[in-house]
T-cell receptor
Framework: EDQVTQSPEALRLQEGESSSLNCSYT??????LFWYRQDPGKGPEFLFT???AGEEKEKERLKATLTKKESFLHITAPKPEDSATYLC???????????FGTGTRLTVIP | GAVVSQHPSRVICKSGTSVKIECRSL??????MFWYRQFPKQSLMLMAT?????????EQGVEKDKFLINHASLTLSTLTVTSAHPEDSSFYIC????????????FGPGTRLTVL
């Protein structure tokens, strides 16, 4: 059975304190791993897609990496506006839909 | 680019009534649209997948007669919650995918449904 596990469940950082969020996955035939950001009461906002182990993508203070078992979302020198829930999702096998993890709720304190 | 809208953003209805939610891709044609449901502090759970002009494919446990999905054009899909009950209260989110199966899914802003 496909599984996507995100850790930690919640993370509080001081502004400027870098950290990483983890997404571990067990799926058959990974076709893509997606990172989204979700603000309260809003739909997910697309951040990155990773397709193969070793791939890395960056956008502003965020960097996503992928191995055969997990993905990391590194946040460098976060700001309060980075506070949100970060969702990891996989697309696997023959299905087009995304299978989501439960998310990491990030709070950045000024 | 890649903007998806949903309407309404919030709806409150009485038990037993039906509610229609629209999902539109504003600047691209969506071959496939997906409907998700999200309960408080939980992640998104796929309800159904719809392709333009075809019948929707529902996930196990989702009643197709209760959650009617119509994907009549490449830019519009609708979800109708029929005979809504309080347990149907949730945050409903759609996503749209342009073409290839590995294309990114772009999400709408969600619709908060409250059934009294």
């Amino acid at each position: 059975e496909d599984q996507v596990t995100q850790s930690p469940e919640a993370l509080r950082l001081q502004e400027g304190e870098s950290s990483s969020l983890n997404c571990s996955y067990t799926v058959s035939g990974l076709r893509g791993l997606f990172w989204y950001r979700q603000d309260p009461g809003k739909g997910p906002e697309f951040l990155f897609t990773l397709y193969s182990a070793g791939e890395e993508k960056e956008k502003e203070r965020l960097k996503a990496t992928l191995t055969k078992k997990e993905s990391f979302l590194h946040i460098t020198a976060p700001k309060p506006e980075d506070s949100a829930t970060y969702l990891c999702a996989v697309q696997a096998g023959g299905a087009n839909n995304l299978f989501f993890g439960t998310g990491t709720r990030l709070t950045v304190i000024p | 680019g890649a903007v998806v809208s949903q309407h309404p953003s919030r709806v409150i209805c009485k038990s037993g009534t039906s509610v229609k939610i629209e999902c539109r891709s504003l600047d691209f044609q969506a071959t496939t649209m997906f409907w998700y449901r999200q309960f408080p502090k939980q992640s998104l759970m796929l309800m159904a997948t719809s392709n333009e002009g075809s019948k929707a494919t529902y996930e196990q446990g989702v009643e197709k007669d209760k959650f009617l999905i119509n994907h009549a054009s490449l830019t519009l899909s609708t979800l109708t919650v029929t005979s809504a009950h309080p347990e149907d209260s949730s945050f409903y989110i759609c996503s749209a995918q342009a073409g290839a199966s590995t294309d990114t899914q772009y999400f709408g802003p969600g619709t908060r449904l409250t059934v009294l």
